[in-house]
């Protein structure tokens, strides 16, 4: 497909042995990777994972040390950014001050020398809601707004592929959740195939088909969202994707459909089809909303597992939820989410509580643990949370 070329529709996008070095590290150690066309994909994880090498990789704007690129069949890997069918939006926005919105969008088409250039800007216009504003200047704009424009300029190329680069990173958080939901319909509108990298869990979930979580230049995971938050493969995962209570203990049982494994003398119940192994030390977790809370010991049930007596050490509330750290002597602290529908906490800092889940909801990972190793307990201390975000703003300025 040449540059001046309209896709009809979106393109497939597969990646076969990518890697990436660059002097003293590497970026990407193998990648094989498949986007199916027209679908809504999304490249997950933290600063330094490989995600926004590999859509650099795939808009030309680097070069692979090794493996190959095609878009739609067509093998892309020596070509130019610019002969390539795929079209990318920043979160810098990146539009030109001196031009009118309606001037933006259709600065490519004109260079291109395409057709009706104006007529297909104001029609990409429409489809972001922003036609009525097509004279103004980007500064005349809000954030929200001007990123409406830098995906009008994106669209209107019509490429097989559309790469969004954490698009919506400098938008509020209301805006961000409403453009979240806006993107999804024009991808479908459209039918495009949209690549999304981000670091906002929240938001690939919102959005994509399929998420491939990365870390360390690899893909952990790859699956539909509901998929990789319900069973989780490894212990990145299932604490990169929202929050996990994760245990480490020897099955010590076992039935056809389930496995027991033992976490500090207490024998926890998980199903073999939610678990990745059913043999030797296993980590197995659940997710803090699934718990419930319970201020007297309950009743021997085989549907439900019971962790208990423990002390509640923390009471956060949220709003819509309240989170209960539980301290479980021998097992750790517990992190448990419950829904707001009584005014105020249910549960004091000092109770004692136990906590019970069903047994349907557990899962167990992948992960080879030798020991119950602190990895698998999520460190929700305020230290812990600045110390990350410190982190993450370094690897920022640094990459600025």
């Known amino acids: 497909m040449s540059s001046g070329a309209f896709a009809d529709r979106g393109a497939d996008l597969e990646l076969v042995g990518i890697q990436k070095r660059f002097p003293g590290f590497t970026a990407i150690e193998h990648l094989d990777l498949v986007i199916p066309a027209g679908s809504f994909f999304a490249l997950l994880g933290p600063s330094g994972c490989g995600k926004t090498t590999t859509l650099r990789l795939v808009a ?10 095609l878009i739609g069949g067509q093998d892309v890997t020596t070509q130019k950014a610019f002969q390539r069918p795929v079209n990318t939006v920043f979160q810098s ?5 001196h031009m009118t919105v309606l001037e933006n969008v259709a600065f490519g088409l004109r260079r291109r020398k395409i057709a009706d250039a104006v007529g297909k800007a104001h029609e990409a216009l429409r489809l972001v809601e922003l036609d009525h504003l097509a ?5 005349q704009l809000s954030g929200g707004q001007q990123q409406r424009v830098a995906l009008a300029r994106a669209i209107v190329n019509r490429p097989a592929l559309l790469l969004l680069d954490e698009p919506l990173g400098a938008l509020d958080l209301k805006l961000r959740r409403q453009m979240q939901l806006e993107l999804k319909t024009i991808q479908e509108e459209v039918g495009l195939t949209f690549l999304h990298v981000t670091h906002d869990q929240e938001e690939a979930m919102t959005m994509a088909d399929t998420i491939a979580v990365m870390n360390k230049g690899r893909i952990e995971q790859m699956g539909a969202p509901e998929q990789l938050y319900e069973l989780p493969k490894t212990a990145f995962v299932a604490n990169f994707l929202g929050q996990s209570n994760l245990f480490t203990g020897p099955v010590v049982g076992e039935t056809s459909t389930a496995i027991a494994v033992d976490i500090a003398g207490r024998s926890i119940v998980v199903p073999k089809t939610r678990s990745h192994r059913h043999a030797g030390d296993v980590t197995i977790g659940v997710r803090p909303e699934k718990l419930t809370l319970h201020r007297d010991k309950p009743a021997p049930d085989p549907g439900h597992n019971v962790m ?3 002390r509640v050490t923390d009471v956060s509330f949220t709003g819509v939820s309240t989170q209960y750290l539980v301290t479980v002597p021998g097992v750790g602290i517990l992190i448990v989410f419950e829904q707001n529908r009584s005014f ?6 000092g109770d004692e509580v136990w906590v019970t889940w069903n047994v349907e909801h557990g899962f167990g990972l992948d992960d080879d643990p030798v020991s119950p190793d602190p990895k698998f307990v999520a460190d929700t201390t305020t230290k812990s949370i600045a110390a990350q975000r410190r982190a993450a703003l370094v690897t920022e300025l640094e990459e600025a």
């Open 60 to 69: 030309g704007l680097e070069d692979p040390t090794g493996g190959r690129i």
């Open 344 to 349: 105020g906490p249910v549960e004091g800092e």
């Open 93 to 97: 926005y990146a539009l030109f001050p």
């Open 135 to 139: 004279a103004r200047k980007p500064v």
């Open 308 to 310: 208990g007596p423990g």
